[in-house]
């Protein structure tokens, strides 16, 4: 909604501009003298609101708000969102600033972008990879040992990055070692876990939470009313992980996090991922590397989810494990779902025997 290109400032510095600090209410008073010009820029050539009354206009930046900034359409639930919070802006200016009289982007004709939602099978590791992966972690230092248990639960038991943040360990349930007698000792049952959790942490930086911190405590899971709790199983080899992870790395008390940085504190998302990047260095061949495969820490949960559906967990637990509808699940491990109806048909004669 520019309306003069003259003495405009690069891309990269109007995006530093609103967001740093225009849009952030706690640095808005007080920017610094470069982006105080990029800001004044901006106030003197910038169109009002009510020239979204005119539809064109509305649609240009509705397809704008919908677009990345390397030019390419946003992913559907981004565009979704995006919408949403531009409409929702727009009914403040109608409602409460009386800036326009109808809003502009609920009444224009929109569809979600036709993109595809479904997991990447060549982003999928399968579990020789995964292990592999968990011990070139472990032997870096000095953040690698505390970070195994933390890309562990991803792996296993399909948490998001955020999930696994804001685990405690009164949220762990281990069954209890068994006394070997021959051997004289405390040995493993090789038995299941059991995870639960309802207060996500996702990384929303220290700029934008009430009290400085970098991540923002919610009262509910993804899409999850407040109050949902989710329970997730592991299978014994996790087990086996986090008692190991609550005996070295975790301060006593129910309370206590699980996953903290070096010194305590919040575990910094930088120091997971260029963990995560150190191992697939050490692990992958340079193809690998290059390819999507377990690019992101957030790729294991993909993996996990794929290899309960691979395996013939029916979807309507898996979905449950997962914190997904039914619907979702099946919309976005599809492509995970090929060669299903071999093990159905040998169900079907298991059944009939």
Request: hydrophobic letters at 40%; charged letters at 25%.
């Given at each position: 909604m520019y309306t003069s290109e003259k003495g405009k400032p690069e891309a990269a510095a109007l995006r530093r501009a609103l967001f740093r600090w225009a849009f952030n209410a706690e640095q808005r008073?007080?920017?610094?003298?470069?982006?105080?010009?990029?800001?004044?820029?901006?106030?003197?050539?910038?169109?009002?609101?009510?020239?979204?009354?005119?539809?064109?206009?509305?649609?240009?930046?509705?397809?704008?708000?919908?677009?990345?900034?390397?030019?390419?359409?946003?992913?559907?639930?981004?565009?979704?969102?995006?919408?949403?919070?531009?409409?929702n802006a727009m009914d403040y200016a109608v409602t409460e600033q009386k800036l326009l009289g109808t809003n502009p982007i609920r009444d224009l004709k929109w569809s979600v972008p036709k993109t595809s939602t479904e997991v990447d099978r060549r982003s999928v590791i399968n579990p020789r990879q995964?292990?592999?992966?968990?011990?070139?972690?472990?032997?870096?230092?000095?953040?690698?040992?505390?970070?195994?248990?933390?890309?562990?639960?991803?792996?296993?038991?399909?948490?998001?990055?955020?999930?696994?943040?804001?685990?405690?360990?009164?949220d762990v349930a281990l069954p209890d070692l068994v006394w070997d007698e021959d051997g004289q000792e405390w040995q493993e049952p090789g038995e299941w876990c059991e995870l639960h959790f309802r207060e996500p942490a996702p990384d929303a930086g220290g700029e934008w939470t009430d009290d400085g911190s970098r991540r923002e405590a919610r009262k509910q899971l993804k899409h999850r009313a407040e109050g949902h709790e989710r329970r997730v199983t592991g299978p014994p080899e996790l087990t086996v992980i986090l008692r190991a992870h609550l005996r070295d790395h975790v301060a006593e008390g129910p309370g206590a996090r699980l996953f903290t940085g070096v010194r305590g504190?919040?575990?910094?998302?930088?120091?997971?991922?260029?963990?995560?990047?150190?191992?697939?260095?050490?692990?992958?061949?340079?193809?690998?590397?290059?390819?999507?495969?377990?690019?992101?820490?957030?790729?294991?949960?993909?993996?996990?989810?794929?290899?309960?559906?691979?395996?013939?967990?029916?979807?309507?637990?898996?979905?449950?494990?997962?914190?997904?509808?039914?619907?979702?699940?099946?919309?976005?491990?599809?492509?995970?779902?090929?060669?299903?109806?071999?093990?159905?048909?040998?169900r079907i004669v298991e059944a009939l025997a």
């Open positions: 008073d007080s920017p610094p003298d470069d982006v105080a010009r990029v800001l004044r820029w901006v106030a003197d050539n910038t169109a009002p609101v009510s020239a979204l009354s005119d539809p064109a206009l509305a649609r240009r930046v509705l397809d704008l708000a919908t677009t990345r900034s390397d030019g390419k359409r946003s992913a559907a639930n981004v565009a979704r969102r995006k919408r949403m919070i531009l409409a995964a292990r592999a992966l968990l011990s070139a972690v472990g032997a870096q230092q000095p953040s690698g040992p505390r970070l195994v248990a933390f890309f562990a639960v991803m792996y296993y038991s399909a948490l998001r990055p955020e999930e696994a943040i804001s685990l405690t360990r009164s504190g919040d575990l910094p998302t930088i120091t997971y991922r260029r963990a995560w990047r150190q191992a697939r260095r050490k692990v992958f061949t340079d193809q690998q590397y290059e390819s999507p495969l377990a690019r992101r820490p957030y790729d294991l949960r993909h993996a996990c989810v794929s290899t309960w559906l691979s395996g013939g967990v029916p979807p309507t637990q898996v979905a449950k494990w997962a914190g997904h509808t039914v619907d979702v699940l099946l919309r976005i491990y599809a492509s995970c779902l090929d060669g299903q109806d071999e093990i159905a048909k040998r």
